[in-house]
């Protein structure tokens, strides 16, 4: 019985050990970034992930969602066109992605900015998502602005390839391959299998320098 103790007394003194260093991480990167007030594009969560590492509030409506790669390069290849529309709203059953949405196994709101579709993955309602959306395309920095891509959500190369090639000055591609191709590729080394990326928002920043990225 002291074995099982004293074990469970270690994990609990190792654990909290672990999170005064997280915490001490991430007191360090936002003592090191200077400008607050970017705002980042995201095809996922992983954008949300960052302005709550950095205790900011969210500054792009591309939070708790997802964007299939196709309607991605849409989405970006015309930003303000799409970000001006109204979001409408389908059901997953006439979604072009419908097979795909059916074997992930979750009923969620499909959005529709004219042929663009996002997946309010974090949302429970339609006018949740429409509320959150409106408001926080209004705090859209266009001066200071990131936008990302992951190998994920049926990206192919012919997608990465459309994104490295978007005029923006600031964006990151996150990939699993080491030996990086694109300018803006970044190795991710979180979990990921042979057709890409699986999750990149947890850990978080993994091994992306955050501080480079928002100077």
Known sequence: MRGVWIKSQLHKYGMR???QLHELRRWCVNMRIK??????????????????YLHLPYQTPTVGLYFF????????????????LDLHFIPISTS???????????IVPIGC?????????HYKSEDEAREKWNRRRTRINWDNLIVKISSM????EEHLMQ???LPFEHKIMLHNRKKTIYKSEVYWAGQ?????????????PGNLDLVALLK
């Not at 400008?35 to 709550?52: E, H, L, M």
């Not at 991605?72 to 290849?77: A, G, H, I, T, V």
């Not at 990921?192 to 978080?204: E, I, Q, R």
């Open 113 to 121: 900015l004219n042929d663009v579709e996002i997946v309010f993955l």
């Open 96 to 106: 072009k992605h419908a097979a795909e949405l059916q074997k992930r196994g979750r």
């Open 69 to 84: 790669a196709d309607d991605y390069l849409k989405f970006l290849s015309d930003l303000k066109y799409y970000l001006s």
């Open 192 to 204: 990921s299998n042979a057709t890409g990326v699986l999750v990149d928002t947890n850990p978080f």
């Open 153 to 156: 959500n049926l990206c192919t």
């Open 17 to 19: 050990f672990r999170m």
């Open 35 to 52: 400008r607050r007030d970017f705002t980042i594009i995201s095809n996922n969560c992983w954008a949300g992930k960052v302005y709550q």
């Open 163 to 165: 994104f490295e090639s």
